[in-house]
């Protein structure tokens, strides 16, 4: 029975790492979007964390969305769907600005390259407690 659990444990972690993930990450570090131009496919979400001090806000220029104040340490998301760019400022920091290019039919597209970031970080560090979970149960029945 343990086998089956843990194949099946395996099989979960196969899929965490198989499944697409389209992700970006901008961090708001000492009064600056890092980095502050980014360009992705349509369908990719977007993370913004403060990182700062100070309070800051990640809004759209044109009205689209908005995060509100984010004290540090807490972050906004936001999913582009529709090609075009998209420039963004802190509120209460209008000097701070940034933008999204999602590439489409009338931008140029992005060149296919391997995905170094991204959410692999824990699920590396959920791959490594599993095997080492299943290492456990193997080595106990013996």
Do not use: C, K
């Not at 993930?21 to 570090?29: K, R």
């Not at 980095?35 to 044109?62: C, F, K, R």
């Amino acid at each position: 029975m343990r086998i089956y659990i843990s194949l099946i444990y395996l099989l979960l972690l196969l899929g965490i790492f198989i499944s697409p993930v389209h992700a970006e990450s901008v961090g708001i570090v000492r009064f600056t979007f890092e980095p502050d131009s980014v360009t992705i496919d349509p369908g990719t979400t977007v993370t913004w964390t403060n990182m700062d001090i100070a309070v800051h806000s990640v809004t759209s220029e044109d009205g689209i969305f908005d995060s509100g104040s984010l004290p540090q340490g807490h972050s906004f998301e936001y999913t582009f769907t529709e090609p075009g760019t998209y420039a963004y400022f802190s509120t209460p920091h209008p000097y701070m600005t940034g933008e999204i290019i999602v590439a489409g039919e009338d931008l140029i597209p992005l060149p296919e390259e391997e995905d170094t970031d991204g959410p692999f970080g824990f699920a590396l560090l959920i791959a490594i407690i599993g095997i080492a979970a299943i290492a456990y149960l193997v080595l106990r029945r013996d």
